[in-house]
């Protein structure tokens, strides 16, 4: 009868892992919370808008949060979208309190995320580029041999 060792490889798993974990946790959560708590925002000029959290980024000792957010919409003035999410960041707070068992409740910063309107940037150069078909090129080289073959007789 034979016996066969079986190692069981453990991770340890450090306190900065935990950490980071944890913070990915809170960000997530605290997204989630924000989005919902938006809805419920009464200033017309983020109320007018469509407002939504792309992200957050809580500090570690939870003092502070940076808010993502991107606005969608026509007519939409972004610096006043801005001011109507500054001037309800105490109400908005207030909720976060209530809604997650932080110790800390961070004080939030709101910055605008551009990555919405680059990325419809980036699809309009590709669609131009994609209009621009081989067919039309093939075209133009013809027409440039005509050309040339009439400038010699």
Known sequence: MSFTAFRINTTKVTETDMAGYRQGRINEQLTKEL????????????????????????????????????AI????????????????????????????????????????????????????LLRAIADKTPESDANEIEKDEVKADSTYE
């Open 35 to 70: 989005a919902e708590i938006l809805r419920t925002v009464k200033d017309p000029r983020v109320n007018n808008a469509l407002v939504s959290i792309t992200g957050a980024e809580c500090a570690a000792d939870l003092k502070t949060a940076k808010i993502y957010y991107s």
């Open 73 to 124: 919409g026509t007519n939409v003035d972004l610096d006043e979208i801005k001011k109507g999410l500054v001037s309800a960041a105490g109400y908005i707070r207030r909720q976060v309190a209530q809604r997650l068992n932080l110790r800390n409740t961070p004080e939030l910063r709101f910055i605008l995320d551009e990555s919405m309107q680059k990325g419809a940037h980036m699809s309009e």
